[in-house]
């Protein structure tokens, strides 16, 4: 009944850039982050972590440290009720031993990172927390560890864990290869790496935890997953209904706090003292201990016709999973799955592994392994156009994928492919190639293209739930256990139920990130949230929306589809209304609900066995297209940026300023994951525990990001909008090693772009090494 | 982290504080290399003693010779119409300093004392002849800016001393100056190098009578480039031997290989800064 509702043909508020609720609070520094927190009586608490990579225990005592002044908890892994937490991967086509990928809350008798949590302490004030940390006797026996996952796969490297250092092998085997490589007119082979990059948030891990007058450990945190409630509740060996996991407004996100962070700490630290318990972690210790985006090793052999048609390709993908496992099978998932780019490629291998190293564990990071592959395939694109005499956009143009492709995994495209009318638009947009200012410099232009799956893999069954309703006065509540990490995804929530039921965006308040007390709506990740929650939303309002059409349609006496919801009232043809509160003390007389409850179940499916399979393993794609312009110094390798446009096909944007916000901020993140980021290790110690050593782009920086927001009107989501968080992370490495390729005939085949490796590959710091 | 904090009046009292506390006390200027440094634990004060409440050390005083006094900011620095012309150079090392807020509390006199070999307007500074002034117990002393600075974090300075002011000629005739500086951001950046030049050119325009070439984060104190600067005095100032000059700065400096850059890096870039800052520097003659 509720899909029958024909929605007011011109949209009031869904598509329109309207400021955000959350915008002023957050300038105007009110809004009330994780840490901004504190209660009666609260203690501080901190982690002591490892100063080794690879160690053995020998000795661990808190004695001293637990007498000191002010301390009120020292726990070790024997305080832990349940010292592992396990995630399980489903889907696995290769045995690879047991795939409940598991982690230590604390270190027992090995770490295996520097930086992993040996003990936590809680005391009146962070000094002295602080204090007792350094005082706790740890002696620890160096152990060998392994730094690199070629070196960790090799025979006889030392063991990070014990069933061995593969964590995950995915393969995809496609059409006949061999032969068609056979027919290739050119072949271009490559070797690509990425780096180490840190989520680098504005805001640090952090919370607060204390036990509620009903006995429910309550954890105020910063999350992307309030639904962690679960595995506190594990760790505690309690009932999952006495935690309760409240998530406020992130100051970012960015997949880094995807797994838990500090919740688990404070669960096990509260319920011990009885007290509230603080934990912020410094930036230091986020920079040194969380977990980072993957590193790949990528090697890619692709053949093409002499017309330029892309016929086979063989990718080979070899990625560090750190020392734990964490998300790293599903995020080696999604790199599998869209390593040939969106372009139709008949004949595909696709050979992805995993291995442990001691380094710091690898997890989500915007862009969840579908971002590495981008720098592979789209350099192997332009090397192909350039080996072929075609320009950027025509190479990309003759392969695209089409609606009704299907990927190398054998999912069918079915919603609109934005390929090639991205590429051509974001590549018009850049203008008139500017002349170089100097002498020393050279201009370069590069273009780059890329897919990422929106909605979490379809056989993990996802599903997001909303209640909205009105009061008596005719103001809107939407309750929805959406985490918001600065996206905007609370007020898209708003836009929609206020689109649907005819009132103002002011007329609505929001209630999110709680799980005691707001609909579960699952993770704020997998650029899902507006796809899921805006669809349970937009279910939830349609369905109020009829409820209360059917009470108001006798009272004006008109049939309810002759009726329309606006401006707080209920409106008939011919300019008869009542208003929106009549009708609903008609609803209370009546026993009708003024409230809806509504769960939004995406479309599911059955695993995919991967190297023979068809199937689907994302609900859909959003796909986009980056054009950047460089300045290249000819005698120094510095590569300034000149101008940046980025085009990605949204479906339908419900709110611009947000779209165009996630498209910007994902560019200039992706550029600096591009030109200067990097986690830098040796022998698994990190020497980048600063942002002056850990260098994220300023706004002087980058140019300002043109972002074309594209409509195709076809999308899974709400309005039939598509995921938009991840895809804009994409692009931009590759568009930069292109651009660099064009002014400079060198190609840059490892991130970051730093001057000096454009100083090396252009010979000038003397011979190549 | 504990410690006393004291805001003397005067110079007086700010120069018998540091003298009874010596070694255990440090200045606060603008805080920007010392907080940081209080809070990583690499120094630990007992008594912080504010210059803040000190009249006229942030004082630019111009009379033949140029007096910047210890509390002088870089956006002061930057700010200053005079420095405009001959003195351009010392705008440019100012104004790349961190970022705003950096640059508006952040002081000469302290970018001077932390004695980083990184520092951005220390090379100027030594390209100018700059010497500096310190008050102690022991009274009032003089030194030449370069040796002041002995190695990486620290001066010459005695413990307790107070840096009053900094001071250099006026440039004449035809001098220009220019700073450039390499880093991986434009923004909140350490040097990976910086150069700071100087040139005068006798009075036909055509040939090199002075020259000055300080560079930054290439050996480990604010470094001069002597046998360039030879190369260049008495000869026409042609890019042969501008690049002459780079070459003999990139034979002589002595950078070392870190996480911001290697070694050979370093050098290339002073082999092609140092002529570009020359090349800077005859370009404002014109
Ligand atoms: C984010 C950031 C970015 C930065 N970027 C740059 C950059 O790009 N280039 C650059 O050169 N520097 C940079 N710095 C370093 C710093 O800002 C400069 O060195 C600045 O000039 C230090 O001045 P201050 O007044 O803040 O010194 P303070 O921190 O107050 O003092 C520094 C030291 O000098 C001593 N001191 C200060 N004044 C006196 C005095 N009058 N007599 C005796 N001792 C004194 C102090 O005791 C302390 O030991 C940066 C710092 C930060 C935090």
Redo the contacts between chains.
């Keep these: 009944m509720a899909e029958a509702v024909v929605l007011h043909p011109s949209l009031r508020l869904v598509g329109r850039p309207l400021p955000r609720h959350d915008a002023r609070d957050k300038v105007a520094a009110a809004t009330a982050y994780a840490a901004d927190w504190g209660m009666p009586g609260m203690l501080q608490a901190t982690v002591l972590r490892s100063p080794y990579a690879s160690a053995r225990i020998v000795k661990l005592d808190t004695g001293r440290a637990a007498a000191m002044p002010g301390v009120a908890a020292v726990l070790t892994a024997k305080d832990v009720p349940r010292n592992t937490l396990a995630t399980d991967v489903p889907g696995q086509t290769t045995a690879v031993g047991p795939l409940r990928a598991t982690l230590h809350v604390l270190a027992t008798e090995r770490v295996r990172h520097q930086g992993e949590p040996v003990a936590l302490v809680a005391a009146e004030t962070l000094e002295q927390a602080r204090a007792a940390a350094e005082a706790i006797e740890v002696q620890y026996e160096p152990l060998p560890g392994v730094f690199d996952p070629e070196a960790a796969l090799a025979p006889g490297a030392p063991r990070v864990h014990e069933a061995g250092n593969l964590l995950a092998h995915w393969r995809i085997a496609r059409g006949d290869s061999a032969a068609a490589f056979a027919r290739a007119a050119v072949i271009v082979e490559g070797e690509y790496t990425t780096q180490f990059v840190d989520a680098a948030y504005l805001e640090p891990e952090s919370g607060v935890a204390w036990i509620d007058s009903d006995g429910v450990i309550t954890i105020r945190v910063s999350t992307q997953v309030i639904e962690h409630f679960r595995d506190v509740a594990e760790v505690l060996q309690i009932p999952q209904n006495r935690v309760r996991v409240i998530g406020p407004y992130l100051g970012g996100g960015f997949g880094g706090k995807e797994d838990v962070t500090v919740e688990v700490y404070l669960g096990l630290l509260a319920l011990r003292t009885g007290r509230p318990v603080k934990m912020v972690w410094t930036r230091q210790e986020s920079l040194l201990a969380r977990a980072k985006r993957h590193p790949y090793r990528m090697r890619y052999r692709t053949g093409a016709s002499a017309s330029g048609e892309i016929v086979a390709e063989q990718i080979d993908l070899l990625a560090d999973a750190g020392a734990y496992a964490y998300l790293s099978a599903l995020v080696l998932l999604y790199s599998t799955v869209t390593a040939a780019g969106p372009y139709r490629v008949p004949a595909v291998e696709v050979e992805a592994r995993c291995a442990y190293t001691n380094n710091p564990p690898t997890s989500a990071m915007r862009g969840f392994g579908a971002m590495q592959t981008v720098f592979a395939y789209e350099s192997q694109m332009d090397r192909i156009g350039r080996a072929l005499g075609l320009d950027p956009v025509e190479i990309r143009r003759m392969n695209a994928l089409r609606r009704g492709d299907s990927l190398p995994v054998g999912q069918v495209l079915e919603t609109h492919v934005a390929m090639p009318e991205l590429a051509e638009r974001v590549w018009a947009a850049l203008g008139p190639v500017r002349p170089a200012r100097a002498a020393h410099v050279k201009v370069g232009r590069g273009l780059a293209c890329n897919l990422q799956p929106y909605g979490r893999i379809v056989w993990l069954h996802d599903w997001s739930s909303a209640w909205v309703g009105f009061e008596m006065d005719g103001s809107l509540v939407v309750r929805c256990g959406v985490p918001d990490v600065g996206g905007g995804q609370a007020s898209s929530l708003c836009q929609i139920a206020a689109e649907v039921l005819g009132v103002g965006l002011e007329q609505v308040s929001v209630h999110i990130g709680d799980s005691a007390l707001t609909p579960l709506a699952g993770t704020t990740t997998a650029s899902r949230q507006l796809y899921m929650s805006g669809n349970a939303v937009l279910k939830a309002a349609r369905e109020l929306r009829a409820q209360l059409l059917a009470v108001a349609a006798p009272m004006l006496g008109v049939k309810d589809s002759a009726l329309d919801l606006l401006e707080g009232a209920v409106v008939a043809d011919g300019g008869r209304s009542l208003p929106v509160p009549d009708v609903l003390r008609r609803c209370a007389r009546e026993g009708v609900p003024r409230s809806h409850l509504a769960v939004y179940h995406a479309p599911a499916g059955e695993p995919v066995d991967l190297a023979t399979g068809s199937g689907k393993v994302f609900p859909d794609y959003t796909f986009g297209a980056h054009a950047a312009e460089v300045e290249i110094d000819m ?2 390798g ?1 590569v300034r940026l000149v101008k940046y446009v980025a085009a990605h096909d949204v479906g339908r944007a419900i709110n611009p300023q947000s779209v165009e916000g996630q498209i910007q901020g994902g560019a200039v993140q992706g550029l600096g994951g591009g030109l ?1 980021e990097e986690v ?1 290790l040796e022998e698994g110690i990190n ?2 525990t600063s ?3 850990y ?1 994220i ?5 980058v140019p300002d990001v043109e972002a074309l927001v594209v409509e195709s009107g076809e999308g899974l989501g709400p309005f039939n909008a598509r995921g938009i968080g991840e895809p804009p992370i994409g692009p931009p490495a590759a568009a930069v090693a292109n651009a660099i390729a064009d002014a400079t005939g060198v190609r840059l085949t490892r991130l970051p772009l ?3 490796r454009l ?1 090396r590959a252009l010979g ?3 011979k190549a090494g | 982290m504990s410690f006393q904090y004291h805001e003397p009046v005067s110079l007086a009292e700010a120069v018998d504080l540091g003298a009874r506390f010596g070694a255990d006390g440090r200045f606060l200027a603008g805080g920007t290399d010392l907080i940081i440094q209080m809070r990583r634990g690499k120094v630990a004060p007992r008594h912080v003693l504010s210059l803040h409440r000190v009249p006229g050390l942030d004082a630019i005083e111009l009379n033949g010779s140029v007096r910047l006094g210890a509390l002088v900011t870089h956006r002061a620095i930057e700010r200053c119409a005079s420095f405009q012309g001959r003195l351009r150079g010392l705008v440019e090392g100012a104004e790349v300093v961190g970022g705003h807020q950096i640059r508006n509390v952040g002081t000469v006199g302290g970018n001077i004392i932390n004695a980083s070999p990184a520092a951005d307007v220390v090379p100027v500074l030594l390209a100018l002849d700059a010497t500096i002034t310190c008050v102690g117990a022991d009274g009032e002393r003089t030194l030449t800016l370069e040796e002041f600075l002995l190695e990486p974090g620290r001066t010459a300075r005695r413990p307790g001393e107070l840096l009053t002011a900094v001071r250099f000629a006026v440039p004449q005739g035809r001098t220009a100056t220019a700073f450039l500086k390499a880093g991986r951001r434009r923004a909140m950046e350490i040097s990976v190098v910086c150069v700071a030049a100087r040139l005068t050119l006798d009075a036909t325009g055509e040939r090199c009578v002075e020259a000055r070439i300080a560079l930054g984060a290439v050996a480990p104190t604010t470094w001069r480039a002597r046998e360039a600067e030879r190369l260049l005095e008495g000869r026409p100032l042609t890019p042969e031997a501008m690049r002459e000059a780079g070459r003999a700065a990139a034979a002589g400096c002595r950078p070392i290989g870190d996480v911001r850059a290697s070694a050979r890096y370093r050098r290339l870039l002073v082999e092609t800064l140092v002529p570009r800052a020359l090349a800077r520097c005859r370009k404002r003659f014109e």
């Design positions: 005698e120094t510095a200067l830098i020497l980048t942002f002056a050593s260098l782009p300023t706004a002087a920086d730093t001057p000096e100083a000038l710091l003397g």
